[in-house]
């Protein structure tokens, strides 16, 4: 039991972050941080590569989600941690599995938000063609990195509403969706319903490399959602409302993407939506008759990009506070500010992410596109690695308490399979391949930067 109770103990000494996250502000911090731009705009590219199959990779990444949710939810609420499954990395596989682990899903978030920038950018210059696509982004920044420095709980609310947006917008998008393959009130000529799945060269219309070639690209999509772990430090009463929090945003999010892709395929014909280079969402307020349905999509994915953004800060700064409190980084990353927040780690997290806005600004055209598929890697990376920790963990209860009745986990065992999978077709793709090059670069940055370390520490002794 002892090797067990050592995978979470490190939250004890993380006494000094602020518990003032209410289930609410855990619940939609996760959400947020899943629903960014993708979603709203690139699940078009989705739909142009794989066809009506999309919801296939669709409803396959939602099924690797869950697994990965079930088993990282079971290990948290057992011992909430502020850096969570990074913790439980060092203590199940050693120290150096613990940083790269830490490291790739900082990684992964900088990134992230790297390319939510740029795509912000290109956003506003629907309404501002003049402005260089590099300036929003620099103000988005500045935003949302003085968000991060104020009190977690100011924080915790204005990422609440951001959400809360973006799912009022996702909703408002399913029912006129289902209101146009209903009634003839807002239907203005073309197929609709269940037929568009299989007509138009039908469900494999781009036949199965396609669909494999999407698969790597909603991956992406699903990405975020284990950062309501991370959360679990600053969370009040955490295990009573991580234990809610863990199930509400994974079905909620599995609803509204199978849910809103399922209504986009029925509503439009797949080649309708092939065609058309702009947001599905803003297709939908046009057919069904909404003047000024393009400028109230933008500014929805400008919201939704900022969002995800906010939430990436958080998640990046919280994992490098957790590293510096494992001893894994310099103790200047756990410092907290007057206001309870690791304010050096917000800033070294912000100064890494304004590098997408010298990527932005070096090309603007093609920044989004190459950011977000080099965090695609990162992603796998830390889904892996927790199922992997699962397995462990579950080992080690039942070598230490007599009956324990924990069984096998057969479902991380599926979920790594799939993972396994979904890596090799990643390699497959040419659109995607990339990322696996930048993100093995990467991991062997940071191998490199802690043997570094450790030989240094080694000869100071």
């Known amino acids: 039991m002892t090797g067990v109770r050592e995978t979470v103990d490190t939250h004890k000494r993380q006494h000094g972050l602020r518990r003032s996250l209410k289930t609410r502000h855990i619940q939609m911090l996760a959400f947020g941080g899943v629903i960014g731009v993708g979603l709203f705009y690139g699940s078009a590219v989705s739909v142009q590569l794989a066809g009506p199959a999309v919801l296939l990779d669709f409803v396959v990444c939602g099924v690797m989600v869950a697994i990965v949710m079930r088993a990282l939810a079971e290990m948290t609420i057992a011992e909430p941690a ?177 849910g809103s892709m399922f209504v986009m395929l029925c509503a439009f014909p797949w080649t309708y939506l092939a065609n058309h280079s702009g947001s599905p969402y803003a297709l939908m307020f046009a057919r069904v008759g909404i003047p000024i349905a393009a400028g109230l999509v933008n500014l929805i994915i400008i919201l939704a990009g900022l969002s995800s953004c906010n939430t990436g800060l958080y998640g990046g700064s919280r994992m490098l506070y957790s590293m510096a409190n494992q001893a894994l980084l310099s103790n200047r990353f756990s410092r907290l500010s007057r206001r309870a927040v690791p304010a050096f780690a917000v800033w070294t997290t912000a100064l890494a992410i304004s590098l997408g806005i010298l990527i932005t600004y070096l090309d603007p055209n093609h920044a989004y596109v190459w950011i977000t598929s080099a965090s695609a890697f990162a992603s796998l990376w830390t889904w892996f690695v927790i199922l992997l920790e699962h397995v462990r963990y579950r080992k080690l209860l039942r070598r230490g308490v007599a009956g324990v009745s924990k069984p096998v986990p057969i479902w991380s065992y599926v979920g790594m399979i799939l993972l396994i999978g979904t890596f090799v077709f990643i390699v497959w793709s040419p659109l995607t391949r990339v990322s696996v090059f930048a993100g093995v670069v990467f991991l062997f940055a940071l191998w490199l930067f802690h043997w570094v370390r450790a030989k240094v520490r080694q000869r100071m002794v």
């Open 82 to 258: 502020a850096g969570s499954f990074s913790i439980y990395a060092k203590r199940l596989f050693g120290e150096r599995m613990g940083f790269v682990t830490s490291g790739m899903w900082w990684f992964y978030w900088v990134a992230t938000v790297m390319s939510e920038l740029s795509a912000i950018g290109k956003l506003i210059q629907v309404w501002f063609p003049s402005v260089p696509a590099w300036v929003p982004g620099l103000c988005a920044l500045v935003l949302f990195t003085t968000s991060n420095l104020l009190v977690v709980r100011v924080f915790g609310e204005i990422e609440y509403w951001f959400s809360v947006l973006k799912l009022l917008a996702v909703g408002v998008f399913m029912l006129f969706g289902v209101l146009m393959m209903a009634t003839p009130l807002f239907h203005q000529g073309g197929p609709l319903g269940v037929a568009n799945l299989y007509t138009g060269g039908g469900f494999f219309a781009n036949g199965i490399m396609g669909t494999v070639m999407a698969l790597s690209l909603v991956v992406q999509t699903y990405s975020g959602i284990e950062t309501l772990a991370v959360e679990a430090g600053e969370s009040a009463r955490p295990k009573h409302n991580l234990r809610r929090a863990f199930s509400a945003v994974t079905w909620r999010v599995l609803i509204v993407y199978i």
